[in-house]
């Protein structure tokens, strides 16, 4: 599986981005996906997770309510919808495929930055 994430970018505070992520091979409905986060200097950081059929969410605290994470199995593309964005949002965001634990998978993208102005 590689996985091509895409949509990042610089956005002021309280604006919005949708972060996409499209995977080739198959399978992909078969895998729990999630997406991460890492900042300049900071540890990657876990920012939500779907289920295999897209019924099962989990958010981190700091992503409740104002982020989304969605799939479309027929696209083999995992979303991110973030809206509110704050300046202590800016990172680089990573998909990942096939969850092992919250913070384990087997496949990881690439990376796409988001950057927040205040």
């Known amino acids: 599986v590689q996985l091509q994430a895409s949509g990042g970018g610089l956005v002021q505070a309280g604006g919005s981005l949708r972060l996409s992520c499209a995977a080739s091979g198959r399978f992909f409905s078969r895998y729990a996906m999630g997406w991460f986060r890492q900042a300049p200097g900071k540890e990657r950081e876990f920012v939500a997770a779907?289920?295999?059929?897209?019924?099962?969410?989990d958010y981190a605290d700091s992503a409740k309510g104002r982020f989304t994470i969605s799939r479309d199995n027929a696209k083999s593309t995992l979303y991110l919808q973030m809206n509110s964005l704050a300046p202590e949002d800016t990172a680089v965001y990573y998909c990942?495929?096939?969850?092992?634990?919250?913070?384990?998978?087997?496949?990881w993208g690439q990376g796409t930055q988001v950057t927040v102005s205040s």
């Open positions: 779907i289920s295999s059929g897209g019924v099962t969410t």
């Open positions: 990942a495929a096939d969850q092992r634990t919250k913070m384990t998978y087997t496949w």
